[in-house]
């Protein structure tokens, strides 16, 4: 006889696990336990069946794989996690007997941990870290924005600031910027790097109100681990671009390797003509070894010319590199200063991603290159109606130009965009414009504005293939011009030809059959036979699917039905006026 099968011993009751006997196993706290979960990577998850997982009972309880708990048994923080707690015990205690010289020893000697293995261990590759970097990013520009009394680490904040500078700075120096957007929460980025897309949210620099529901200990272990992933991936990222990690800016004598010195004050005062230097963005990284500007564009010709004409993906390649490099010196040629009310890192990083000359007043901050009044500024950026002084050898902008200018990839004119203007909509990159979706009226024109840009390349082409087609459709006029033999004879002559004895019958009426309509009900119908044979599961899918295809038609349909109801009001407003 086989061995009797017991209720509750296999299946979804042994695969899931409770959070509480995982704090079990484990034995740790549930705030130890939150914390091992966020820096490993373990979640919890909803089982198919939870009366099933949960052995009969309808108690509502957290589960997790069991497979996932029995993986973080080896881990070897959770040790780190325990000495810690002793450590905490052994302080309180000093504390408690009034032992100060104890308390004071005890905190000498901090029990510290690093997070690098398991770094590896969750990103074995960069372009694993890489996929994975837009959270970390976005994560670590709030931090940085925050003030030092919101109940999160000083010194947390002042890394996420040191490392968001060094973001900034290897987009510039790699030109890997592809799409800005400014909204209410923030300034919206992407760039790609290792042929990986990026994007992130920068929030704006507001007054700060600590909300009291937000629980700053998860956001703080979040931070400690998206921090460690960040440093590795620049580091990775800056030697294999022939940098110096930490960064060297050109016109400082300082080595960042001296920035945890706090002793000698002439190395304070390094530290922050060295800050200063890295957080204006208006000066170029030290690299490892000289780069040889002759050598790379040899380099270039000789791919272009390798280039087999009879290819066409090489030539759409090729075409797509001549499109980037357009694009990364898009300000090359412009000079720009910025006014006081600009967000100057924002608007000094775009500028320079895209080989612009950029400076600012030297009493806002440090790091500008040139004056207000050098004659060689192409543009001036600002964000109020008027300005007392001003000069005829440049142009007076509104700052959404720049980002705008940025998404269409070409400097658009800048008379919609001078000082006190009704701007236009600023719209997003980010958002495609599909044939069911509406699309505004700029981004019309701005279509418009490229398709007549390539109409005018591919000009010979088109020419070409229009002539052709002309010369088809003479031939087929011709053709129809002669009568057919057949329509020529009647109906009761062509019986007489082939002498067809006539039908005791009336004579009856062609009918013609529509195709199209053919075509599409015999597609229908095929439609919905292979829609019956789905399961249910891909059927309720599909039938999400069609309904939000459904209601994109709509929203589209009822967008365009209020634009044409705004332009007959402008219309009668005219007429009136």
Same mark, same amino acid.
């Given at each position: *006889?086989?061995?009797?099968?017991?209720?509750?011993?296999?299946?979804?009751?042994?695969?899931?696990? $409770?959070?509480?006997? @995982?704090?079990?196993?484990?034995?740790?706290?549930?705030?130890?336990?939150?914390?091992?979960?966020?820096?490993?990577?373990?979640?919890?998850?909803?089982?198919?069946?939870?009366?099933?997982?949960?052995?009969?009972?309808?108690?509502?309880?957290?589960?997790?794989? *069991?497979?996932?708990?029995?993986?973080?048994?080896?881990? #070897?923080?959770?040790?780190?996690?325990?000495?810690?707690?002793?450590?905490?015990?052994?302080?309180?205690?000093?504390?408690?007997?009034?032992?100060?010289?104890?308390?004071?020893?005890?905190? /000498?000697?901090?029990?510290?941990?690093?997070?690098?293995?398991?770094?590896?261990?969750?990103?074995?590759?960069?372009?694993?870290?890489?996929?994975?970097?837009?959270?970390?990013?976005?994560?670590?520009?709030?931090?940085?924005?925050?003030?030092?009394?919101? %109940?999160?680490?000083?010194? *947390?904040?002042?890394?996420?600031?040191?490392?968001?500078?060094?973001?900034?700075?290897?987009?510039?120096?790699?030109? $890997?910027?592809?799409?800005?957007?400014?909204?209410?929460? %923030?300034?919206?980025?992407?760039?790609?790097?290792?042929?990986?897309?990026?994007?992130?949210?920068?929030?704006?620099?507001?007054?700060?109100?600590?909300?009291?529901?937000?629980?700053?200990?998860?956001?703080?272990?979040?931070?400690?681990?998206?921090?460690?992933?960040?440093?590795?991936?620049?580091?990775?990222?800056?030697?294999?671009?022939?940098?110096?990690?930490?960064?060297?800016?050109?016109?400082?004598?300082?080595?960042?390797?001296?920035?945890?010195?706090?002793?000698?004050?002439?190395?304070?005062?390094?530290?922050?003509?060295?800050?200063?230097?890295? @957080?204006?963005?208006?000066?170029?990284?030290?690299?490892?070894?000289?780069?040889?500007?002759?050598?790379?564009?040899?380099?270039?010709?000789?791919?272009?010319?390798?280039?087999?004409? $009879?290819?066409?993906?090489?030539?759409?390649?090729?075409?797509?590199?001549?499109?980037?490099?357009?694009?990364?010196?898009?300000?090359?040629?412009?000079? !720009?200063?910025?006014?006081?009310?600009?967000?100057?890192?924002?608007?000094?990083?775009?500028?320079?991603?895209?080989?612009?000359?950029? $400076?600012?007043?030297?009493?806002?901050?440090?790091?500008?290159?040139?004056?207000?009044?050098?004659?060689?500024?192409?543009?001036?950026?600002?964000?109020? #109606?008027?300005?007392?002084?001003?000069?005829?050898?440049?142009?007076?902008?509104?700052?959404?130009?720049?980002?705008?200018?940025?998404?269409?990839?070409?400097?658009?004119? #800048?008379?919609?965009?001078?000082?006190?203007?009704?701007?236009?909509?600023?719209?997003?990159?980010?958002?495609?414009?599909?044939?069911?979706?509406?699309?505004?009226?700029?981004?019309?024109?701005?279509?418009?504005?490229?398709?007549?840009?390539?109409?005018?390349?591919?000009?010979?082409?088109?020419?070409?293939?229009?002539?052709?087609?002309?010369?088809?459709?003479?031939?087929?006029?011709?053709?129809?011009?002669?009568?057919?033999?057949?329509?020529?004879?009647?109906?009761?002559?062509?019986?007489?030809?082939?002498?067809?004895?006539? !039908?005791?019958?009336?004579? %009856? /009426?062609?009918?013609?059959?529509?195709?199209?309509?053919?075509?599409?009900?015999?597609?229908?119908?095929?439609?919905?036979?292979?829609?019956?044979?789905?399961?249910?599961?891909?059927?309720?899918?599909?039938?999400? *699917?069609?309904?939000?295809?459904?209601?994109?038609?709509?929203?589209?349909? %009822?967008?365009?039905?209020?634009?044409?109801?705004?332009?007959?009001?402008?219309?009668?407003?005219?007429?009136?006026?």
């Amino acid at each position: *006889m086989g061995k009797r099968i017991k209720k509750f011993e296999r299946g979804a009751a042994t695969a899931y696990v $409770s959070r509480n006997h @995982a704090l079990r196993k484990l034995q740790l706290s549930l705030k130890d336990f939150r914390r091992l979960c966020i820096l490993k990577g373990v979640y919890p998850v909803e089982p198919a069946n939870k009366k099933k997982a949960n052995k009969g009972s309808t108690v509502l309880k957290t589960f997790y794989h *069991m497979k996932d708990i029995t993986f973080l048994l080896h881990e #070897p923080t959770i040790e780190k996690f325990r000495q810690q707690r002793i450590y905490l015990k052994k302080f309180k205690r000093a504390l408690g007997k009034n032992d100060k010289t104890g308390a004071k020893r005890i905190l /000498e000697t901090p029990v510290t941990y690093t997070l690098y293995h398991i770094v590896k261990e969750r990103y074995p590759t960069l372009k694993d870290a890489l996929r994975d970097l837009d959270d970390a990013l976005c994560m670590i520009y709030l931090f940085s924005l925050l003030p030092q009394r919101s %109940g999160v680490d000083e010194h *947390m904040v002042q890394l996420c600031h040191r490392l968001s500078v060094e973001w900034y700075r290897l987009v510039i120096h790699l030109q $890997s910027l592809r799409k800005a957007f400014i909204s209410i929460k %923030g300034y919206y980025y992407q760039c790609e790097i290792e042929c990986e897309t990026i994007t992130w949210l920068v929030p704006h620099r507001y007054s700060y109100e600590n909300p009291h529901y937000v629980d700053y200990h998860i956001m703080s272990t979040y931070a400690e681990f998206y921090t460690t992933l960040v440093g590795f991936v620049m580091y990775r990222v800056y030697t294999s671009s022939n940098l110096h990690y930490p960064p060297r800016v050109v016109g400082s004598s300082f080595n960042p390797s001296q920035l945890r010195l706090r002793e000698d004050p002439k190395v304070d005062q390094a530290k922050e003509l060295y800050l200063e230097l890295m @957080a204006s963005l208006n000066q170029n990284l030290q690299t490892i070894s000289p780069v040889d500007v002759e050598q790379q564009d040899d380099q270039l010709i000789l791919e272009q010319n390798l280039i087999d004409e $009879s290819d066409e993906e090489m030539k759409k390649r090729f075409k797509e590199f001549e499109e980037l490099s357009c694009l990364k010196s898009l300000f090359g040629d412009l000079k !720009f200063f910025l006014n006081r009310e600009i967000p100057r890192d924002h608007f000094a990083f775009l500028i320079r991603c895209f080989g612009g000359a950029v $400076s600012w007043d030297s009493t806002i901050a440090g790091g500008s290159t040139f004056t207000v009044d050098d004659s060689s500024i192409t543009h001036h950026i600002i964000d109020r #109606p008027n300005l007392e002084t001003q000069y005829i050898t440049r142009i007076y902008v509104q700052p959404q130009w720049i980002v705008d200018c940025v998404n269409a990839r070409r400097l658009l004119p #800048p008379s919609k965009y001078f000082p006190g203007a009704t701007l236009p909509p600023h719209l997003s990159p980010f958002v495609t414009a599909d044939g069911q979706t509406y699309k505004p009226t700029d981004l019309v024109t701005l279509l418009d504005r490229t398709d007549d840009i390539n109409a005018d390349e591919n000009a010979e082409d088109v020419d070409e293939i229009e002539s052709s087609d002309d010369s088809e459709d003479s031939t087929k006029d011709d053709n129809e011009d002669i009568p057919s033999k057949s329509a020529k004879l009647s109906y009761k002559e062509r019986r007489k030809a082939h002498k067809i004895k006539p !039908f005791i019958a009336k004579e %009856g /009426e062609i009918t013609r059959v529509d195709t199209e309509k053919k075509e599409a009900s015999e597609d229908r119908a095929e439609h919905k036979l292979v829609v019956s044979m789905l399961s249910k599961r891909r059927k309720r899918l599909y039938t999400r *699917m069609m309904y939000g295809k459904r209601r994109t038609v709509r929203e589209k349909e %009822g967008l365009e039905i209020k634009k044409d109801k705004l332009k007959k009001k402008k219309i009668k407003k005219s007429a009136i006026k």
